[in-house]
């Protein structure tokens, strides 16, 4: 692909992550994140073919993109928990990937005013957000 870009181990949610940093991001995280994700998966499937003694989860992040929407998520999370414990009733959020519920339920384990609860199939799993009896 042409592109120059420097990589660095981090870390996201305890989770392992190649940090690449270049200036043709928007080549590498597309529309949405959609290359990101297609770079990500396809990575992980050439791994998982190579090691066969087990696989070990990692992220790949291009210029702090999924840091900024991990951050997010997080915010969002925290607000729907603050509406659930003023209003007293449950909230529904959007469909979303396996990855971004578990930072959802991560975000909201300590918080002991509300509990969180996957619901749905499919592409249409979602995370309730709901308030402690």
């Known amino acids: ?32 994140g959609k290359h990101l994700y297609a770079l990500q998966t396809i990575l992980k499937r050439i791994i998982e073919k190579k090691n066969t003694s087990g696989f070990s989860p990692f992220v790949i992040d ?12 997080r915010e969002r999370a925290r607000m729907s928990a603050q509406r659930v414990r003023y209003f007293k009733k449950e909230v529904v959020m959007q469909p979303m990937s396996g990855y971004e519920r578990r930072i959802v339920h991560i975000t909201l ?24 009896v």
């Open 109 to 132: 384990t300590g918080d002991p005013d509300v509990a969180t609860e996957s619901i749905g199939e499919g592409e249409n799993r979602r995370v309730v957000i709901k308030p402690v």
């Open 62 to 73: 291009v210029n702090d993109y999924q840091r900024k929407c991990v951050e997010d998520l």
């Open 1 to 32: 692909m042409c592109i120059e870009a420097s990589i660095e181990e981090t870390e996201i949610l305890e989770t392992p992550c190649l940090h690449i940093r270049t200036p043709d991001s928007n080549l590498l995280i597309g529309e949405n």
